[in-house]
């Protein structure tokens, strides 16, 4: 694939992963509207924390998958082991996911009795499926994005989805019964994932069993296969180290450290600011590290910089709109400290996406002791400030502002080892040019100016 067509392909994935969010945002949205009217806030309860549970998990069970699955399709390809990599990937994923399955349900039922809320065992035994199929979904995806194929899973999930949601809606006007309905809603998603999943599988074998035909090398798929492994450890290490300052972790830890006031607080600003962010990261997925991928694995010549560029451009624009958004947000806010917390979480969250071209670049050239000593200074802020003299100011302000700028300390770092690479790398070049040079035509000093000592 050529330089040009590798960028066409980059922005053709960027709008339909777009279509597609806004799409699922939207049904949702709506869906949630309506069951937010027609239940019990006991029942719209146990909807909302079961999906919660299922995503929250299956986040926490990624291994690494999301960054490494597009970091080496492009590999598995070149030796023609495409086939063989999706079943390894896809069984590995499906003995994981059914060993999680009793986790899942201990957790769900400890919740629910902590809040005295009743939930039957057959929603959680729906509830326990869909976490299993929605986890082999997320797979199957990454190997459509890994190939630029976003179109092709946009329309499958999006035909998916919308016959979901219009099943949905069916049912809260039609049925009386809260269980019933319940109960409805979660086998529906069942059902719609698992169709999803069948015909996203086998459209997505079809295709990698013609690409392996030709060219399949055992060695050198075991090779490569023990590469993917270390890799999708090491990014799995940073997806852990990373959710120590995500939502997920700090609603719960701040509930116990300042109180269920100050943390319902936080996430009320938190899911404000997502409403700017999230958009930009669902729009780019990750069709950047396939295009630096495609790039590192595909290219003759080396194209991983001016795509790094592209990249930066591309996320710069993406963003225009979200920043425009924070003109119109605050005017929302009803008091001066969820204004703050907005803006401090927007903020360190923008910064940090204009800042994670240069992470990938480092992810696809396995820089790990550069991404690992990166993480040092953010966890060394983070266990010796955070963790203790912040926590007794009961005041969510100065702790987001610590924990902001400890991940922004962060991507700096890598951005500026990227360029210190970089600098480095070019001034190499012309003196490992210079040095064959000479070395194969000897110069005459009686014609030849003196010779530029090298750096």
Known sequence: MSLSQLQASFNQSLRWNAALYFLYKILFTSVSFLLFNRLATPDFSVWANVNSFIFLLLLWLDFGLRKSIPRYCPEFKQCGSLHVFLSYVLSAQL?????????????????????SLSCSIWLLYCAAFIFLVEGINSSIRLFYHAHFWNKTYALIQGTGLIV????NVFCIFILTSSTTLLFALLFNKLVASMGVASVSFIMLKNIHKQTGKNGYNKKIMQKKLGLFVRHSAIMWVSTLIKSLTERNFLVPFLSHTVGLQQANLFKISNDWAMLVHRPIIKTIGVSDTTLLSQSESDQKQPSLPILHITLLKKITLISLPSLAALLVVPYFMPNSTMLALFLIITGGHMIETLLSPYERVLEVKHNYKTLLLSYTPYLVMLCTSWYFPLLNQKSLVPILSFIHASRITCSIIIAFSYHKQSSGSIAVKPAQKQDFISSKIPLKKSTSLPQEKLP
């Open 95 to 115: 003995l994981i996911l059914v060993a999680a399955i009793p986790i899942f349900l201990f957790i769900v039922r400890a919740f629910f009795s902590s809040l």
């Open 164 to 167: 979901e949601m219009s099943i």
